[in-house]
Nanobody, 125 residues
């Protein structure tokens, strides 16, 4: 069983930065690619970023590329999302997710088996 716990959300002004962290329990962390998704009220959950199991490859949504950076530390079982130049449209609940090696892609929530409870990010204008 894999459990994920996010932290680091909050209320910030536009242009500010936040760093989200996700701690993952389970001995198989290094075999999972990891992703961050977000969901705003009334909208579908959308892909934000993903990182391969050993951290050598990353993927980003076009809306966050150049502003957000995903990273992981397999020794600490953590995956982080550094968010810079935040915009009001980044306001959402952010979820950490674990993707098993058997999944085909990285961009769909269906590719991920395990999810955290989410952390709220609110960006004021």
């Amino acid at each position: 069983q894999v459990q994920l716990v996010e932290s680091g959300g909050g209320l910030v002004q536009a242009g500010a930065s936040l760093r989200l962290s996700c701690v993952v329990s389970g001995r198989t962390f290094s075999s999972y690619a990891m992703g961050w998704f977000r969901q705003a009220p009334g909208k579908e959950r959308e892909f934000v970023a993903a990182i391969s199991s050993i951290g050598g490859t990353t993927w980003y949504a076009s809306s966050v590329k150049g502003r957000f950076t995903i990273s992981r530390d397999n020794a600490k079982n953590t995956v982080d999302l550094q968010m810079n130049s935040l915009k009001p449209e980044d306001t959402a609940s952010y979820y950490c997710a674990a993707r098993p090696p058997t999944s085909a892609g990285y961009y769909s929530s269906r590719d991920y088996d395990y999810w955290g409870q989410g952390t709220q990010v609110t960006v004021s204008s």
